[in-house]
């Protein structure tokens, strides 16, 4: 595919269908992975047993154990370990929602009341530990051991971005570089260990895992700048998730830094003031959103999000033609243009 062609490509697929057609090719492994998800939750404790159906529900989409699935296809044939391997990234992404839902507050995720507001924020707190624990656990228990420090270094760098998150809160001064760390440790991370895991598991050898890592994590990058953009325009009932909430929890995102970097010096004066408010209303939305577009904010990350899909779409190139590449292109179409 010639990158002239990236954005014909890019609108080819319906985003409200791009979801089931990239995972289209994994479905039965990826209904095995809704079963084993649950047997985690398998303990003599009544409130762990109590909550896997509802994680479950709370994490939705299973966009990256479908990554994990697809790379290892490319690979031999998907086998028991490959399954079990996308139920633990699907673990530690749930693990990461609940920790999440934790510092910001939130009280509802996909319709669903958070564990923080069903309990609080202490049963929250440990659960979260002990989704991640488990799943390194697991990992040693089935002698997995070539993926025990690739979850180990990810849970790793979610953890340091974390306390990056908490650190940038309300930096109305926060530069692109600590934005697009943060993104690394937190998004991309895990993006990239859901590819590099496929591919261990699917044997594809040292090159072709490297490969895939770094296709991972450029997805994970494109996926976050498109998700932080659709905080600020998208339509919530399309994309399913609340949006104008970055701004209320103080978090600084691509948008307002280039807003803010992009604005005449009146209308930077004002963003900075109505950002300042975290909830301006909708007249101050209004002007917000404005403000945005006028300085060249809007279309500038929609044309990171658009570069990003292109270095995933050449990075795949080193791959050989297949059902399992196509639907991994699908997969950069989805993270960039999905609306549910």
């Not at 998150?165 to 859901?194: C, P």
Request: proline content about 4%; some cysteine.
């Amino acid at each position: 595919m010639s990158l002239s062609n990236l954005d014909s490509f890019l609108r080819s697929f319906q985003a409200d269908t791009g979801l089931r057609e990239f995972q289209e090719p994994v479905r039965e492994q990826l209904d095995a992975v809704s079963a084993s998800f649950g047997d985690f939750f398998q303990s003599s404790i009544p409130l762990v047993r109590g909550l896997s159906g509802h994680l479950l529900g709370v994490t939705g989409k299973k966009f990256r154990p479908a990554l994990v699935l697809l790379v290892a296809s490319s690979g031999q044939s998907v086998s028991a370990d490959a399954v079990f391997a996308a139920s633990v990234i699907e673990l530690i992404h749930t693990a990461t929602l609940v920790h999440d839902d934790t510092i910001d507050r939130s009280a509802v995720r996909r319709g669903l009341p958070t564990i923080n507001a069903l309990f609080n924020d202490q049963v929250s707190t440990i659960l979260g530990d002990y989704i991640f624990t488990k799943a390194l656990h697991e990992l040693v228990e089935r002698r997995l051991d070539t993926l025990v420090p690739v979850v180990a270094r990810t849970i790793y760098h979610m953890a340091i971005g974390e306390m990056l998150q908490i650190q940038q809160k309300e930096d109305l001064d926060l530069g692109e570089e600590a934005y697009f760390e943060l993104v690394d440790r937190k998004t991309a991370s895990l993006m990239g260990a859901s590819t590099e895991i496929g591919a261990l598991v699917g044997r594809l050898g040292p090159e072709r895992t490297t490969r895939f890592r770094r296709f991972g994590e450029m997805l994970g990058r494109a996926y976050q700048v498109t998700d932080d953009l659709f905080d600020y325009i998208g339509d919530p009932v399309r994309i399913g998730k609340g949006v104008r909430t970055d701004l209320p929890d103080g978090k600084v995102t691509l948008p307002l830094i280039r807003g803010l970097a992009g604005a005449g010096s009146r209308d930077r004066a004002r963003l900075r003031e109505l950002a300042a408010h975290k909830d301006p209303g909708p007249e101050g939305w209004d002007d917000l959103l404005t403000i945005l577009d006028r300085a060249g904010a809007i279309a500038s990350c929609r044309d990171t999000a658009r570069a990003l899909a292109e270095e995933c779409v050449v990075t795949l190139r080193g791959e050989p033609p297949s059902r399992w590449r196509d639907a991994l292109e699908q997969a950069v179409t989805y993270a960039v243009h999905r609306l549910h």
